[in-house]
């Protein structure tokens, strides 16, 4: 008996070590999707490399290989990345007058990251989100603020922008995809300032809006 209780007490602790090994490494397998993108000058260029082969430039959208190395060469530039299977979590990059900054997808994995909701995709609004639009997708530098006392504040990936709200587009073909509570999604590309509500109202702000009805 004592013989048996030795086996199993040894299996489970075997069992235990592989699945933790394996969710591990299925972690750090995971690959990253950029979804938040600024480069400041025609120098700066976001870009990713896997072994010795040619550095990638990362455009918003791309999915970065899980044994790639992402690069950041200009102080201002940053970028944000997601792990491609949980949109719901974000991992911030930013340059440094230092030098490059240079990291793996593993290490970006392990560091620090925000928590972010967007409404669940039905033919209904979410009511968790209702007169509330997420940002789901960013190029460039874009403000918003909640009500017109309010200050300035840059807009990031997640954030969720309430209809009595303004937004700022700074600089030309910078892009904001933003979700609406039913979970369809809008494109919207700048230079360009709106109200929020003119999102909801579907009105044509500019030529290069394309409102989901």
């Not at 008996?1 to 075997?14: E, I, W, Y």
């Amino acid at each position: 008996m004592k013989n048996l209780r030795t086996g199993l007490v040894a299996f489970a602790a075997l069992f235990l070590l592989v699945a933790t090994t394996g969710w591990a490494a299925d972690k750090k397998a995971d690959t990253l999707t950029c979804v938040g993108l600024f480069s400041e000058t025609s120098d700066g260029s976001i870009s990713y490399q896997v072994a010795k082969k040619a550095w990638v430039v990362i455009k918003v959208g791309d999915v970065i290989p899980a044994d790639a190395t992402v690069r950041i060469n200009i102080e201002q530039d940053w970028i944000e990345l997601t792990p491609t299977s949980n949109p719901n979590v974000v991992y911030d990059l930013q340059g440094s007058g230092k030098g490059d900054v240079t990291k793996t997808v593993p290490e970006i994995l392990k560091s620090k990251s925000r928590a972010v909701a967007f409404p669940k995709k039905s033919a209904a609004t979410d009511p968790a989100f209702k007169d509330k639009l997420v940002v789901t997708q960013l190029v460039g530098r874009q403000v918003y603020s909640a009500n017109p006392n309010a200050d300035d504040k840059d807009i990031q990936y997640g954030d969720v922008l309430d209809i009595k709200g303004k937004v700022r587009i700074i600089g030309i073909n910078n892009t904001l995809t933003l979700m609406f509570p039913n979970g369809a999604t809008t494109t919207v590309i700048g230079p360009l300032t709106f109200e929020v509500k003119k999102v909801f109202d579907g009105s044509n702000l500019y030529k290069y809006l394309n409102v989901a009805k």
